[in-house]
């Protein structure tokens, strides 16, 4: 063999040793698996003959593939990963018809006792154990009709009575997020997992448990195929019917496109492996979900994470670095210090109670003033003991994951520029800058409506406005809650297509300073205009949701790739040459071929990465 046929064999071998690389821990874990299979295969003779009596074990594992590739890939939101496999032998035990009926049963009966309880504002722990008490006492019942004759005898069995634990939890969270996000969101969430439950079912009772069971090698087979597909940037199929606009004229023609885009660089895959330069493809500029997560794993470190995600420790940092934010009065760790924190609430008129790890301004409890019975807040008018209710809700841990106890912040309520309550009315409404890399990529301010109660979320019904990055100016108006566009506000009747938010360069750069002080590469960032139309950060997510892009009319995909593909050079630029930077790029439409060489001072001698460019001059770790 010639030197040269010697090198390209080297060179072949060493692509696919790196193509295969991420992969080696998986192949481990599939080959243990492999190995288990066959081992039992030769030690036992016909494994679905002698495992049949672990047949549950088989049943699990297949349904919660199916649940994982429903969530993962097809995009359904459902309440909990486990919980609908874990009620779907209810509907084994009881039959479909009537294990779905004894499911909603001790569901609607446990909601009907959340809210007979909710006007004691009882904390946690006393209501939940009140509301399993009722589901318990409601499933023993449907027992008791069982052993008397009058339902059908598979009601006797344990099995249908073990997942009154789950239910009883699925109606609480249902209720609480109800309170928080009205009934429309809760209720299809509360569809779909209800499909989950049913897809489960069908699953575990289906012949291909018994046809798994006696094929070890189903077993790595059918792990690797979930991880491979789960690892895959591909669009989930919800995000056909989300973004369908951005990709082709309707959903169906924006799934064929992706998947002739993806079979395109399964082929550039293989052909960059055999050394041809094929280029990847993209349906569209679109971010999915899955790529998100791939940046936010890779440009947001696990060390920085959780700081941004609590509020109160984000809001230390901030303060820190004179990062402008809302006046923090008090924080709540623990139920002893809910005391202290009535003292402080006693004097003010208005306020804002949070807590410190949320998800969509859940909690967010808003007093727009003092009234002769308590407090005009967002929620109603509440009185000051209801407003400590709140709090000792907030400490138990009521919006804090799975996390058994949060933390109540409560701080400076901020009155909004002249300009956004001009357009909104009331409410706060905020701007949203995605920062990646210490560079604003994108940006839309959310306007309040009477539908979102004031708040500026999207999924509760605020408005959405694109902007363009380079003045602050409109791109479009979405209301995503009824997938409409909308050209005056729906309340105010203000036009949406024809302003300019104020002190535009001021709002971005303290965007890219708040990201830095995170020590996040990848975020957003959320910022109000007080009276004096000065930017106040109001937080910073670890995870920016995806709808901006229907606001601003265009994918975020390019603009992460453009900012990717810049010379190391540009890092050390200051959080305001970023800016001027980013608002050029914005200008030229994100075109690489016109994108303007950073500051010569950068460039030129030792000195350029040792300066000192204040915050921002590094904001993503070496990973």
């Given amino acids: 063999m010639s030197t040269t046929s010697q090198g390209r064999v080297a060179s072949l071998g060493t692509r696919v040793v790196d ?46 593939v199916v649940l994982a590739v429903l969530q993962n890939e097809v995009g359904l939101s459902t309440y909990g990963l486990f919980g609908p496999m874990i009620i779907a032998f209810i509907l084994v035990a009881a039959g479909p018809l009537w294990g779905l009926a004894l499911f909603l049963n001790i569901f609607v009966v446990t909601l009907a006792s959340y809210y007979a309880l909710q006007p004691l504002e009882l904390g946690t722990g006393p209501r939940v154990a009140i509301l399993l008490s009722v589901a318990c006492l409601a499933t023993m019942v449907t027992r008791l009709l069982a052993d008397l004759g009058h339902l059908p005898v598979a009601y006797q069995s344990a099995v249908v009575s073990f997942p009154v634990l789950i239910s009883s939890w699925y109606a609480e969270q249902m209720a609480t997020d109800i309170k928080e996000r009205g009934w429309t969101v809760p209720a299809v969430q509360l569809l779909w997992t209800i499909v989950s439950i049913v897809v489960a079912y069908l699953v575990i009772t289906s012949r291909l448990v018994g046809w798994f069971m006696g094929s070890p ?35 169906l023609l924006a799934a064929v496109t992706a998947c002739q885009v993806k079979l395109h660089n399964v082929w550039a895959r293989v052909a960059s492996i055999a050394g041809s330069d094929v280029e990847q493809q993209s349906a569209s500029a679109i971010l999915p979900m899955k790529v998100r997560n791939q940046y936010i794993d890779r440009y947001n470190p696990d060390h920085a994470r959780p700081a941004a995600d609590r509020k109160a420790e984000l809001k230390s940092r901030l303060n820190d670095l004179d990062v402008a934010a809302p006046e923090t009065y008090a924080v709540a760790r623990r139920a002893s210090e809910l005391e202290d924190l009535r003292t402080t609430l006693e004097p003010l008129d208005e306020f804002v109670l949070k807590p410190s790890q949320g998800y969509g301004g859940e909690g967010v409890l808003i007093a727009f003033e003092r009234t002769e019975d308590g407090f005009e807040t967002n929620d109603g008018t509440m009185t000051e003991d209801g407003v400590m209710a709140h709090a000792r809700r907030i400490v138990e841990g009521d919006y804090a994951g799975l996390e058994p106890t949060g933390e109540a912040i409560l701080e400076q309520r901020l009155v909004p520029s002249p300009f956004f309550r001009d357009i909104c009315g009331r409410g706060v409404p905020d701007i949203r800058v995605i920062v990646f ?61 024809d302003f300019a938010v104020p002190n535009w360069r001021s709002v971005l750069e303290t965007a890219v300073n708040a990201t830095a002080a995170t020590g996040l590469g990848y975020a957003g960032v959320d910022i109000v205009l007080d009276a004096d139309d000065q930017p106040k950060v109001l937080e910073v997510n670890v995870r920016p949701g995806l709808g901006i892009q229907n606001t601003t009319q265009d994918g975020i995909l390019d603009r992460l790739e453009f900012v990717e593909r810049l010379p190391t050079t540009y890092e050390f630029c200051s959080p305001a040459e970023k800016v001027a930077l980013a608002r050029q790029w914005d200008e030229n439409g994100w075109d690489c071929s016109v994108a303007p060489e950073p500051p010569q001072e950068l460039t030129a001698g030792s000195s350029g990465p040792h300066r000192n460019t204040g915050l921002g001059t590094r904001v993503m770790s070496d990973d």
Avoid: C, K
């Avoid at 295969?41 to 919660?64: H, K, N, W």
């Avoid at 189903?218 to 690797?224: D, E, N, Q, V, Y």
């Fill in 19 to 64: 193509s295969l690389r991420p992969y080696a821990g998986l192949t481990v874990l599939l080959g243990a698996v492999l190995l288990l299979g066959v081992a039992i295969e030769r030690v036992v003779g016909d494994p679905a003959t002698v495992l049949s009596p672990y047949r549950l074990f088989f049943q699990l594992i297949l349904a919660g």
């Fill in 437 to 497: 890399q210490g560079y604003p990529v994108m940006t839309m301010t959310r306007l309040p409506t009477e539908e979102s109660g004031g708040a500026a979320n999207l999924h509760l019904g605020g408005v959405g406005v694109g902007l363009h990055l380079s003045d602050g100016t409109p791109v479009g108006a979405y209301q995503q809650t009824t997938d409409r566009w909308l050209d005056t506000h729906p309340d105010t009747g203000r036009a949406l297509d």
């Fill in 217 to 251: 090698a189903a077993w790595a087979g059918t792990l690797g195929a979930l991880a491979w597909v789960s690892s895959r940037p591909t669009f989930r199929v919800s995000e056909f019917m989300r973004f369908d606009g951005h990709i082709a004229d309707n959903p």
